[in-house]
C-alpha cells in the first residue's frame, strides 16, 4: 500500500470518528433537553388567601412587657443552677451560682479587718472616755479646793488653788480635744474597712446571678460546669405579666392609628384577640419610611410568647386588598401580575397595585370573576416560568 492511499484512509478515519462524536454529543444533548422539557420547573408558595377590607395585616412578634437576656458580672464556672425552662422565679432570687472562692477569701478578710477595726473604734472611745471622765472629777477637786481657799482669805491659798484649777482645766480640753481626736481616727479606720467589706461583698455577689424582675425563665443557654462569662448569658428571663407587640407601619397608613386604639390580632391558628396601641414613635426610620408602634395585650389562651402574629391596622382604602410578599409581584413592562399554582400548573394572574406596605403589597386581581386559587402564590422560581408551564412545588423541609 502506497502512502497516498495510507493517509487518504487516515483521513477517512479521523472524519468517521469526528462524526460518530459530533453525532453522539448531539444525540445526548437531544435527550437533555427531552429530559429537561419533562421535568417541572420548581417553585415555592405561600398561601395568601385572605382578603382584607380596610385593614393591612403587618407581622409582629409577641413578646413579654421585660425580656432580659442574664450574665454574671464575672467569670467562672456554674457551681449550681437553681432554676430551669419555664420555672417561675421572683426578684431577687438566685439563679445560678459560680465558683468565687477567691472573692469569698477576700471577703473573709475585708470582714476579719472591719471586725478588728470596730474593735479597735470601741476601745479606743472607752480608754479616751475614761481620761476624760477623770480629768473632769480633777477639775471639780480643783475648783472646790479654789472656792474653799477663797472663802480662808489667805493670799497665798488662793493662788495655788487658782494655779491647780487652771492647770486641771486645760487637762480636761486636753483630754476632751485627744478623745475627739482619737475617735475620729477610729471611726475614719472603721468606715474604710467597712467599705472595703461592702466592695468585697459587692464583688462576692458578683458571682450570683438573681432574677432582677419577677417572671419566667424561657430559656437556660447553659449547663452546670460551663465556663461563663459576662459577654456569655446564662438565661432568658421574660416578664410575662403584660405582653406587648411592637410592628412598624407604613407612613402612609400611620395617620389611621392613635394611641389607645384597639386593633385585632389574628395568631398563626386563626385565633383572635384585641390590643391596645401604646405609644407611636414620632420618628419616621430614613430608609424603610416607616414609624415603630408598641401594642400591649393581656395574655390570652391559644397565644404564646414568641409567637408571629397579624397586627391588622386599618387604612384609608376600603377596598379589598389582597395581601401578597413583595417578592412574589412580577412586573413586565406597565403590567403587573402574579402566579399561583393549580393542578401542577402555573397561572398568570395580572393584578393592579394599590398600596405598598413594605415587605408586603396590597393589590385587586383585575379579573375578579374568575374563581382563583391563592392557597399557592409563587413566591421563588416564578422568574423562570410561563403561563401554563408545568412546575413542582418545593416543599420546605
Known amino acids: 500500500m502506497n502512502n497516498k492511499k495510507r493517509n487518504f484512509l487516515i483521513i477517512i478515519g479521523i472524519l468517521f470518528i469526528i462524526g460518530g462524536a459530533t453525532w453522539a454529543h448531539r444525540h445526548n ?14 417553585v415555592k408558595v405561600v398561601s395568601v388567601s385572605s382578603q382584607y377590607k380596610g385593614f393591612v395585616p403587618l407581622e409582629g412578634i409577641i413578646k413579654g412587657k421585660n425580656e432580659i437576656y442574664l450574665a454574671p458580672k464575672a467569670q467562672g464556672r456554674i457551681v449550681k443552677i437553681y432554676k430551669e425552662m419555664g420555672e417561675r422565679v421572683w426578684r431577687g432570687q438566685l439563679l445560678a451560682l459560680i465558683d468565687g472562692r477567691e472573692t469569698w477569701a477576700q471577703t473573709q478578710i475585708a470582714q476579719a479587718g472591719y471586725n478588728l477595726a470596730k474593735r479597735s473604734s470601741k476601745k479606743t472611745r472607752k480608754y479616751f472616755d475614761k481620761q476624760v471622765s477623770q480629768a473632769k472629777k480633777a477639775k471639780e477637786l480643783a475648783k472646790e479646793s479654789y472656792e474653799n481657799a477663797k472663802a480662808s482669805g489667805d493670799p497665798e491659798k488662793i493662788a495655788q488653788a487658782k494655779y491647780n484649777y487652771e492647770m486641771a482645766r486645760k487637762q480636761l480640753e486636753v483630754a476632751e480635744k485627744g478623745r475627739d481626736l482619737q475617735k475620729t481616727i477610729a471611726k475614719g479606720k472603721k468606715e474604710v ?49 403584660a405582653w406587648e407587640i411592637k410592628i412598624s407601619v407604613p407612613t402612609e397608613i400611620i395617620s389611621q392609628i392613635k394611641v389607645g386604639q384597639k386593633l385585632k390580632i389574628i395568631g398563626s391558628d386563626g385565633q383572635e384577640t384585641f390590643g391596645l396601641i401604646k405609644a407611636i414613635s414620632p420618628m419616621v426610620d430614613t430608609y424603610s419610611r416607616k414609624s415603630l408602634i408598641k401594642i400591649s395585650l393581656k395574655p390570652s389562651d391559644g397565644f404564646r410568647l414568641g409567637e408571629y402574629v397579624k397586627v391588622l391596622v386599618p387604612t384609608a382604602s376600603q377596598e379589598n386588598l389582597l395581601i401578597i410578599p413583595r417578592q412574589a409581584l412580577l412586573q413586565e413592562y406597565l403590567d403587573n401580575f402574579i402566579f399561583t399554582v393549580e393542578n401542577g400548573l402555573a397561572k398568570k394572574i395580572p393584578v393592579e397595585v394599590v398600596q405598598d406596605f413594605g415587605k408586603q403589597i396590597g393589590v385587586k386581581i383585575k379579573d375578579e370573576e374568575n374563581n382563583i386559587d391563592l392557597s399557592n402564590v409563587v413566591v421563588n422560581g416564578q422568574w423562570e416560568i410561563g403561563d401554563g408551564e408545568k412546575v413542582e412545588i418545593i416543599k420546605d423541609k
Open 29 to 42: 444533548l437531544s435527550q437533555t433537553e427531552k429530559a429537561a422539557d419533562n421535568n417541572p420547573r420548581k
Open 193 to 241: 474597712a467597712n467599705q472595703q467589706l461592702i466592695a468585697s461583698q459587692i464583688v462576692a455577689e458578683s458571682n450570683r446571678v438573681r432574677a432582677p424582675f419577677s417572671g419566667i425563665i424561657a430559656q437556660v443557654k447553659v449547663e452546670k460546669g460551663d465556663l461563663v462569662s459576662p459577654e456569655r448569658p446564662l438565661f432568658l428571663l421574660v416578664d410575662d405579666s
